[in-house]
């Protein structure tokens, strides 16, 4: 969530998913059409078990026994090396609070499209009610309703974006996002532990830490074939939180060894991956992962998702720890800021927003 656009943009006409799968039209505008080579072939894609994804027991970090918790310190250490994903259980937030943020949620999204139309993301911005990262009037469309809020600090927020109906709605995103900043922080620490880096390492250098929700509406399509429901990208944070909702459909795909593998949920776990700036300071050893969301052509489904970053001040490169003569700095050092307002000010197109740190190689 950072600065937005100052100029205004042409991105013509965006019609709202929802209201195009109550018209019942069987024909998908061609703005949503995928072209050849960016089209899910789900047909063609396996999917694999739960546990093809690695699960991290949060629980045996903080409370298991020292063997115990030395493997599940491995399992993350690989989990973010080979994948850059995985799961989460037993990670201490009450299962009534992921049950409220899911009822809150979508009852917002089922709110008369001029009640939502309220609280608008303008273009070339990504808090409130829409799609973000649109940018030009020929740009293929996600076939996904978006709602989005800055949390943190609390000059990301803006007061005229936080709905009032439905009127559990704020008190709900509020309690719920206390409990995922306690998580993230919980994670950076055991995810410093598996670098070998001793100490509150990344919480002391991030500052007061930039968090947001995104909470995503993917409603059925007729033809999901043809459409993603989220463009292939990276996210530009440090950690991601995905609670994928209580909807068995299968939406979230990675990117692993040039393969969609489809992510499976598991009941009560929430999904974690690696941001751009985890990539950045371990010098790519923990690398962000490409990923999508893809439709379903029966089912709707909700996901709702939380980004957690450094604060905009921070100078953000390679730690020392990360770089020697065998290993040199692949990425600069940046300021965070500029980072995030170059990230929500280009399409999401895979890795590509990555290329504003890295160093090219010498020729």
């Not at 969530?1 to 100029?7: D, G, H, Q, S």
């Not at 205004?8 to 799968?21: A, H, M, R, Y």
């Not at 980072?339 to 504003?356: A, E, P």
Request: with cysteine; charged share 25%.
């Amino acid at each position: 969530m950072a600065p937005t656009l100052e100029f205004p943009l042409n991105v013509g006409q965006i019609d709202d998913v929802q209201e195009l799968k109550k018209s019942r039209k069987t024909k998908i505008p061609n703005r949503f059409v995928r072209d050849m080579n960016e089209r899910p072939m789900l047909a063609t894609i396996p999917l694999p078990s739960p546990g093809s994804l690695p699960i991290i027991d949060l629980k045996k970090l903080m409370k298991g026994s020292k063997e115990e918790f030395h493997y599940e310190i491995l399992k993350l250490s690989t989990s973010c090396e080979e994948w850059g994903f995985f799961q989460v259980i037993n990670h201490g937030i009450d299962v009534d609070l992921l049950d409220k943020i899911e009822e809150v949620a979508m009852e917002f999204f089922m709110l008369p499209i001029e009640e939502k139309q309220k609280y608008p993301m303008a273009p070339g911005t990504v808090q409130g009610y829409g799609q973000a990262f649109v940018f030009s009037e020929h740009q293929k469309l996600d076939w996904c309703n978006m709602f989005a809020l800055g949390l943190l600090p609390h000059f990301i927020r803006n007061p005229k974006l936080w709905p009032t109906n439905p009127p559990s709605f704020s008190d709900t995103v509020e309690a719920y996002s206390l409990e995922i900043r306690k998580l993230c922080k919980d994670l950076l620490k055991y995810i410093e532990l598996s670098l070998g880096l001793n100490g509150n390492v990344f919480e002391d250098m991030f500052g007061e830490c930039v968090q947001a929700i995104r909470m995503n509406y993917y409603p059925a399509c007729p033809r999901p074939d043809l459409v993603l429901g989220l463009s292939p990208h990276s996210d530009g944070s440090a950690l991601t939180v995905l609670q994928q909702g209580k909807s068995s459909t299968v939406g979230l795909q990675i990117l692993k060894d040039n393969v969609w593998v489809p992510i499976q949920p598991v009941k009560n776990a929430l999904v974690i991956n690696i941001g751009d700036t985890i990539e950045v300071l371990t010098n790519g050893k923990y690398k962000s992962c490409e990923h999508r969301a893809v439709t379903h052509k029966e089912r709707d489904r909700l996901s709702i998702v939380t980004f957690y970053a450094p604060s905009y001040e921070i100078e953000i490169g390679p730690l020392q720890e990360m770089v020697d003569e065998n290993n040199p700095s692949k990425y600069r050092t940046y300021n965070h800021g500029e980072y995030s307002r170059h990230y929500v000010t280009n399409k999401l197109q895979g890795k590509k927003t990555l290329d504003f740190a890295k160093i090219s190689p010498k020729k």
